[in-house]
């Protein structure tokens, strides 16, 4: 038997298992970022693109794209790579 969303809720934080369970397919948090900046703006696009909400902690991302990786530009840069770079450059480039 499913679980109520009672139940659902009460399970702090939530598993992979609960949210599948609640109905939520596996997207990364940039794409939930967009798809919440969809549902605020009526699901149009050119709502997203003027969204003058720039006090809203999403603002920035709703465009998909984290703005400080690559100075705004799109890239396939990840944490792990960035974590990756900073560690190689604290001791000098020894990998």
Same mark, same amino acid.
């Given at each position: ?15 992979? &298992? ?20 969809? &549902? ?40 792990? &790579? ?8 604290? &001791?000098?480039?020894?990998?």
């Amino acid at each position: 038997m499913p679980k109520s969303r009672t139940e659902l809720t009460a399970i702090w934080p939530p598993t992979a &298992d609960v949210a599948r369970e609640a109905g939520h397919a596996p997207q990364s948090p940039l794409q939930a970022i967009r798809t919440k900046c969809f &549902d605020c703006a009526g699901y149009q696009v050119s709502e997203i693109r003027r969204c003058e909400a720039t006090g809203c902690a999403l603002w920035p991302f709703r465009a998909g794209e984290h703005p400080w990786w690559g100075e705004g530009k799109k890239t396939s840069q990840t944490l792990a &790579d960035s974590e990756r770079e900073t560690a190689s450059e604290s &001791d000098g480039g020894a990998a």
